[in-house]
C-alpha cells in the first residue's frame, strides 16, 4: 500500500482519483490549494487563503465577516462574479418586501426591509460562498484540464472582478427604483 504525502497548499493541484460529481455541483474531497485561490480571486487571493486556513471547517459557509458585501451587497456579489447569488439575493429581496410590506408595522420601514437584511446576510455568507463558488470551479476544472498551467489560467479567467457588472447591476437597480417611485406617484 503506498502511502500519501500531504498535499503542499503552494504546488498546483494532481487530480485524484475522486473528482467532481458529474453534475458539477460538489467539489473536489481534496481541499484547495493556495495557487488555486489566488488564481481565481485575484489581488484578494491571500485573504482569502488565510480566511479558508483560520476557519474551523473548510466547507463552512460562515468563514468571515465581509465588511464589503455587507455595506454593498448588491454591488458586491457581481463584482466578484457571483451572479446567480446575487439574482436569489435580489429575488428574495423582493419577496420578502412584498410580504413584509403587508404587514403594518413594517410599511413605512423600506430601509430595514430593502437593505439591512440582504446587507447583514450577504456580509455573513459571502466570503463562504465566494470560497464555495471557488471550490465548484476548480473541481469542475480538474475534472476537464488536466495541465496545471492551462488549468491555472482558465481559474484566473471564471475569477476574479468585474467592475462592468457591478456597475450595471447597481445603475439598473436605482432606474428601477426611481422608475418605481415614479410610477407610484402617477
Known sequence: ???????????????????????????????????????????????????????????????????????FPFIWLPYRKMFRECALVLVMG????????????????????????????????????YLRRIRIVAARLRKSEPDPDRRMFLLAECGGTSWGAAVILALGISSLRIALRLWTRL
Open 1 to 71: 500500500m503506498a502511502t500519501r504525502l500531504p498535499h503542499d497548499p503552494n504546488l498546483p493541484y494532481l487530480p485524484s482519483p475522486v473528482c467532481a460529481t458529474s453534475a458539477g455541483m460538489t467539489a473536489d474531497a481534496e481541499a484547495l490549494s493556495r495557487v488555486e485561490i489566488e488564481a481565481y480571486a485575484g489581488a484578494n487571493g491571500r485573504v482569502y487563503w488565510d480566511m479558508l486556513s483560520a476557519s474551523a471547517s473548510s466547507r463552512s459557509l460562515l468563514v468571515g465577516f465581509n465588511v464589503a458585501a455587507a455595506a
Open 94 to 129: 423582493i419577496f420578502l418586501t412584498a410580504l413584509l410590506g403587508a404587514i403594518p408595522m413594517f410599511r413605512g420601514r423600506p430601509l430595514l426591509i430593502d437593505y439591512l437584511a440582504p446587507s447583514a446576510a450577504i456580509g455573513l455568507l459571502g466570503n463562504g460562498l
